[in-house]
Structure formats: structure tokens, C-alpha cells
């Protein structure tokens, strides 16, 4: 069974600050999403990276892919309280045409003005 | 487009009632997925689609539950009768891929008492 863990699973912090949150698994994947999710609404897409080692930015986020393919972080800088939400990581292996994503717990992110 | 509909997008009823959610893809999508979240158990998938077809169903809790996909515009997830631990918020999404990119509803949050 394939298992996708995210750490931290809460995380409260003041506007301005820095924070990463971490995905990881044991497995190998081809392509890894990140998803933000706003109270009272669907997930929405923020990034998929699908290189091993592959970094994305979107304006103050960073995505990192790890080097195996089986991990990866989000870097949000000086963090405003438009960013707080519930950030899932989503992987795909893509081994068959039914291979579906496998979604993490999530990481709960408040930001305190 | 308008993105993935879904409707209601609140339900309160009665144990034993029958309810049915629907939903609207977005056009040229081949994946529609039902998914179910709660606060103990996450985000989890309970079937999906591909080009109308029923791939996976394993997530379906238990045989009250059945969904159906007549056409490629349209989705239902209905369970009969109903039970105060189906209370959750149900998610439709769809997808060009089975591994790429999910696009979400807005969800329905579901209320039996």
C-alpha cells in the first residue's frame, strides 16, 4: 500500500514568518501536486513537479521534488494570512492507465496576523 | 469554464433517507472521481470514472452507496438509505489524467441526523 505522509499535520505561525511542510513516502513517484484547500471549498491545484529534483516557484511558494522522486517540500516566504489552508500532497505513479493519485493527510496552516 | 459543479451544495436529512449528489465535470475530461473527507479520516477516494466507465469502486464504503456516470456531462453519488457516519464533505472531481492534475468541486457537505 502506498503511503503519502506530510509533516507537520498543524502548523501556527505569526504574518511575515517562514515555514516548510514536508511530504514523504516510501515510494517512488512520476509526478508529485501540491494542493491548497480553503475552508469551504475544494482542493486547487497549485503546482505538479514530475522531475527528480525539480524546483518550482510561485511567487512566494517554492516546490522542491526530491532527487529519488519520493519526497518533497513547500517553502512559503514571509507568510501572509491569504496563505492559511489545508496543503495536500498528491502523488501519481503512473504505472497504468489506473494508476490514480494518492493523496497525503495534509498539513493544516494558520497564519496569525 | 466554469470549473466542476456540484450540487447541493449543502444537504441536511433524516437517517435512513435517501440522498443523491451531483455533479458536472469539466467538458473533455476523461476522469471523474468521488471523493469523501472528514477531519478523522482525510480525503478519500470512493470510485472514479474514465470515459464513463466505473474503474474503481473499492473505496465505496458499503453497498448504500452507488454512483453513476450516464453521460460524460454528468455524475451521480447517492446513498440509500442514509446514516448519521456518512456525514462529510463529498468532493467531485475531474481530470484530463489519471495521474495529472485534479480539478475539484466546490463539495457538497452532507448533514444526517
Known amino acids: 500500500t502506498q503511503l503519502l505522509e506530510q509533516s507537520p499535520q498543524f502548523l501556527s505561525i505569526q504574518e511575515g514568518e517562514n515555514l516548510t511542510v514536508y511530504c514523504n513516502s516510501s515510494s517512488v513517484f512520476s509526478s508529485l501536486q501540491w494542493y491548497r484547500q480553503e475552508p469551504g471549498e475544494g482542493p486547487v491545484l497549485l503546482v505538479t513537479?514530475?522531475?527528480?529534483?525539480e524546483v518550482k516557484k510561485l511567487k512566494r511558494l517554492t516546490f522542491q521534488f526530491g532527487d529519488a522522486r519520493k519526497d518533497s517540500s513547500l517553502h512559503i516566504t514571509a507568510a501572509q494570512p491569504g496563505d492559511t489552508g489545508l496543503y495536500l500532497c498528491?502523488?501519481?505513479?503512473?504505472?497504468?492507465?489506473?494508476?490514480?493519485?494518492?493523496f497525503g493527510p495534509g498539513t493544516s496552516l494558520s497564519v496569525i496576523p | 469554464d466554469a470549473g466542476v459543479i456540484q450540487s447541493p451544495r449543502h444537504e441536511v436529512t433524516e437517517m435512513g433517507q435517501e440522498v443523491t449528489l451531483r455533479c458536472k465535470p469539466i467538458s473533455g475530461h476523461d476522469y471523474l472521481f468521488w471523493y469523501r473527507q472528514t477531519m478523522m479520516r482525510g480525503l478519500e477516494l470512493l470510485i472514479y470514472?474514465?470515459?464513463?466507465?466505473?474503474?474503481?469502486d473499492s473505496g465505496m464504503p458499503e453497498d448504500r452507496f452507488s454512483a453513476k456516470m450516464p453521460n460524460a456531462s454528468f455524475s451521480t453519488l447517492k446513498i440509500q438509505p442514509s446514516e448519521p457516519r456518512d456525514s462529510a464533505v463529498y468532493f467531485c472531481?475531474?481530470?484530463?489524467?489519471?495521474?495529472?492534475?485534479?480539478?475539484f468541486g466546490s463539495g457538497t457537505r452532507l448533514t444526517v441526523v
Open positions: 513537479v514530475v522531475t527528480g529534483g
Open positions: 470514472f474514465n470515459n464513463n466507465v466505473p474503474i474503481d
Open positions: 472531481a475531474s481530470s484530463l489524467w489519471i495521474n495529472y492534475g485534479y480539478t
Open positions: 498528491a502523488g501519481g505513479r503512473a504505472k497504468t492507465s489506473y494508476d490514480k493519485v494518492i
